[in-house]
């Protein structure tokens, strides 16, 4: 194939920050109907490649190339006006981040239908037939009354797939998607990979990033594996994920086949009473919802995107009152309660570094002040962090990254409990591994009771007792993990659990 026949060429790629080599002598081609797939540890460079590709480094970085041709476009000149005409059209972004990347004010229907404004002459009746087609294609149910709801008003798994459906609007000739599935539940996430292979044999050239090497098995052509900024191993997906041959590729591969179980925990007297739970906005959010929570155990909520997971942990947190049943904790009082949010990017506050926000949370805790440096640094280690981390600004560390300096930022309060919504779905999978089994020592040294929403049954496998099955805002099934993952008595729940074979 000769270099005309490319959809994107790069060769030399290198990226700095603040005197940083963050990304050093990055070299792909990519074919028309070909998906390429970046993988890596948080950290990597992964997202810093991607992004150089679509022009939207940060403020700070710089990036020079012996190659830039994206659709057969010299893009190493272009200007910022070039950029802007080049994304959406020939080549769109996929973010990782749903909620910051979709425009609080306006409503998804609209958000859709820009690209098709600015790169299409479709009529506004056209557009607004088109903006249907592409919320269904993303597997969003519902469409119609979708298009008309914000961001806030849709769980992180419809944001994410709202993103995609703006992505494609355009119809560019390569999507670059970063993380698309890290916030989708195992049935959605198997649908939106469908969909993303099927655009690359629609031809559409797909550059993938991704820490799951479960995901990139079932849509990658080729993979590159990136460590430090550098490309240690590349080749089709079959011999990278096959046959690796750099021990860190293997770790990778080993770390996302491998599901661990939770070791058998006493069942104590329940802390937490829950009994015909209900909320409603403009629709019933949680009905007759009914569990109980027990000491020192982790109980596992899963369910799709938009069951009601997230609405639970705010209701049980107090962050909403509920419009029915009643909450009881064990001798009526409730214990220290810490969030790890499913955004972490959200949760901190973008101007303060990460240290800082470590520095409020000890205090709120009670740690004396001459003290709270040293706990911080602790903290970072504990969850894989450098200390170096510490100075740093929320906006300047990876996905994966941010979001162990949530966890951190939570555990710095010595909680009684702790409520994780989707606490590992940024990280690749051996970081991932090591935050389970931290969780997991954290719990039994603290007798630390957990409340883990996740739409990664793997995860809930490896660290839920007990499991809660939402569906539609009710509880369709619940259990011991064991009894639920192993022999589901529900439909649903076995779909679930077939879907999560991916």
């Not at 990036?63 to 959406?88: P, V």
């Not at 009905?287 to 155990?297: I, P, T």
Request: with cysteine; hydrophobic share 45%; net charge positive.
């Amino acid at each position: 194939m000769t270099d005309a026949d490319l959809a994107l060429r790069v060769s030399g790629l290198r990226i700095e920050i603040a005197g940083r080599t963050l990304v050093d002598d990055v070299s792909v081609d990519a074919a028309p109907g070909e998906c390429i797939a970046l993988v890596g540890e948080s950290g990597a460079g992964k997202s810093l490649t991607a992004r150089a590709l679509l022009g939207l480094l940060p403020p700070r970085a710089t990036a020079s190339a012996e190659e830039l041709r994206i659709a057969g476009i010299d893009a190493r000149r272009l200007s910022a006006r070039g950029w802007r005409g080049l994304r959406g059209s020939r080549i769109a972004l996929v973010a990782q981040d749903a909620l910051v990347s979709l425009d609080p004010l306006r409503r998804i229907g609209t958000e859709v239908a820009e690209p098709l404004e600015i790169h299409t002459t479709l009529s506004r009746g056209e557009r607004r037939a088109r903006v249907q087609e592409l919320l269904s294609d993303v597997a969003i149910p519902d469409p119609l009354l979708r298009a008309r709801q914000r961001p806030h008003e849709l769980s992180g798994g419809l944001r994410q797939r709202a993103l995609i459906a703006s992505a494609l609007a355009g119809r560019p000739s390569i999507l670059v998607a970063d993380e698309p599935t890290t916030a989708l539940d195992a049935t959605v996430q198997a649908r939106v990979l469908a969909l993303l292979r099927r655009i690359a044999d629609d031809g559409t050239t797909v550059v993938f990033v991704s820490h799951d090497m479960a995901a990139v098995r079932r849509v990658a052509d080729r993979i590159l594996v990136l460590r430090d900024g550098r490309v240690i191993e590349q080749g089709s997906a079959a011999d990278v994920l096959g046959s690796p041959r750099e021990a860190y590729t293997r770790a990778l591969v080993q770390a996302a086949d491998v599901t661990p179980r939770p070791a058998e925990k006493d069942v104590a007297a329940p802390l937490l009473t829950v009994r015909d739970l209900g909320k409603r906005f403009d629709r019933p959010v949680l009905q007759d919802v009914s569990f109980a929570l027990h000491g020192g155990r982790t109980l596992g909520v899963v369910g799709e995107s938009g069951s009601g997971k997230t609405t639970l942990a705010r209701v049980l947190l107090g962050v909403e009152r509920p419009d029915a049943g009643e909450i009881r904790w064990r001798g009526g009082v409730r214990p220290r309660v810490q969030l790890v949010h499913q955004n972490p990017l959200g949760a901190f506050d973008p101007r303060w570094s990460i240290g800082r926000s470590l520095a409020e949370a000890l205090a709120a805790g009670g740690v004396p002040r001459s003290a709270r440096a040293a706990r911080a640094d602790a903290l970072l280690r504990e969850v894989g962090l450098d200390p170096v981390h510490a100075r740093r600004r929320p906006s300047e560390l990876s996905g994966g990254q941010r979001q162990r300096a949530a966890i951190a930022r939570a555990l710095a309060a010595d909680p009684e409990v702790l409520v994780l919504d989707e606490p590992v779905s940024a990280l690749d999978a051996t970081v991932r591994e090591r935050i389970l089994a931290l969780l997991d020592r954290v719990q039994r040294e603290r007798g630390l009771t957990m409340l883990l929403i996740s739409h990664d049954l793997g995860v809930i496998a490896a660290v839920a007792d007990d499991v809660l099955v939402m569906q539609n805002g009710r509880v369709v099934e619940q259990g011991p993990a064991r009894r639920v993952l192993a022999d589901p008595q529900q439909p649903f729940t076995r779909e679930l659990v077939a879907a999560s074979a991916l």
